[in-house]
């Protein structure tokens, strides 16, 4: 089944955003951090949804600081966390989770940029944030637990 539908979050997918965030990434997060992002942007924490199973989702938060993408100060979209299930991936459902987010981002909380962490040896997920126009704006190094770099990638709202 690789049909899917991207929808927002609700309590009762939290034991499989869980679950997935924990076997498809190294940062994990206990579960008052996810609610505390559905209490909060509750409009830009997304899941997908294929055959009455979630196999994707996407958490985002909304600061205030100095913009990446233009001068001066304003609000942040800033993407804490994003993954698919093994199965699901390489059919657009990462894209999709992205572009939904963004929208969600700028038209419920007036975001002026996006931005996000990635790791330098994370490939897929660059190729997929290069391809929705983020561009990398520094390098965090030793951002992660193990040591390893992170790319800081932002790009303009909307
Ligand atoms: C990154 C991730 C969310 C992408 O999800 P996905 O559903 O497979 O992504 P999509 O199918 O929408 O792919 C969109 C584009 O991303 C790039 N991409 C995705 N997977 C890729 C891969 N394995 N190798 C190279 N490029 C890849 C491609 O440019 C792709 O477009 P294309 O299929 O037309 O070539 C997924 O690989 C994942 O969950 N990874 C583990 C968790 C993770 O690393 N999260 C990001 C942390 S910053």
Same mark, same amino acid.
Request: aromatic content about 12%; glycine content about 8%; charged content about 25%.
């Given at each position: 089944?690789?049909?899917? !539908?991207? @929808?927002?979050?609700?309590?009762?997918?939290? +034991?499989?955003? !869980? @679950?997935?965030?924990?076997?498809?990434?190294?940062?994990?997060?206990?579960?008052?951090?996810?609610?505390?992002?559905?209490?909060?942007?509750?409009?830009?924490?997304?899941?997908?949804?294929?055959?009455?199973? /979630?196999?994707?989702?996407?958490?985002? @938060? /909304?600061?205030?600081?100095?913009?990446?993408?233009?001068?001066? %100060?304003?609000?942040?979209?800033? !993407?804490?966390?994003?993954? /698919? %299930?093994?199965?699901?991936?390489?059919?657009?459902?990462?894209?999709?989770?992205?572009?939904?987010?963004?929208?969600?981002?700028?038209?419920?909380?007036?975001?002026?940029?996006?931005?996000?962490?990635? @790791? /330098?040896?994370?490939?897929?997920? !660059?190729?997929?944030?290069?391809?929705?126009?983020?561009?990398? %704006?520094?390098?965090?190094?030793?951002?992660?637990? +193990?040591?390893? +770099?992170?790319?800081?990638?932002?790009?303009?709202?909307?």
């Amino acid at each position: 089944m690789s049909e899917y !539908i991207i @929808r927002e979050f609700t309590p009762e997918d939290l +034991d499989a955003v !869980i @679950r997935i965030n924990r076997e498809n990434l190294p940062e994990n997060y206990p579960p008052f951090f996810f609610k505390l992002h559905y209490e909060n942007f509750p409009k830009a924490f997304l899941v997908a949804e294929s055959g009455g199973r /979630v196999v994707g989702y996407i958490m985002c @938060r /909304v600061e205030t600081g100095k913009l990446y993408t233009m001068p001066g %100060v304003g609000k942040q979209g800033h !993407i804490i966390s994003i993954a /698919v %299930v093994p199965e699901m991936r390489r059919k657009g459902v990462g894209r999709s989770l992205m572009v939904n987010a963004m929208k969600a981002l700028y038209e419920h909380y007036g975001v002026n940029e996006y931005y996000l962490e990635v @790791r /330098v040896s994370n490939t897929p997920a !660059i190729n997929l944030y290069t391809k929705l126009g983020f561009k990398p %704006v520094k390098t965090l190094k030793g951002y992660y637990l +193990d040591g390893e +770099d992170a790319y800081l990638m932002a790009k303009p709202a909307p």
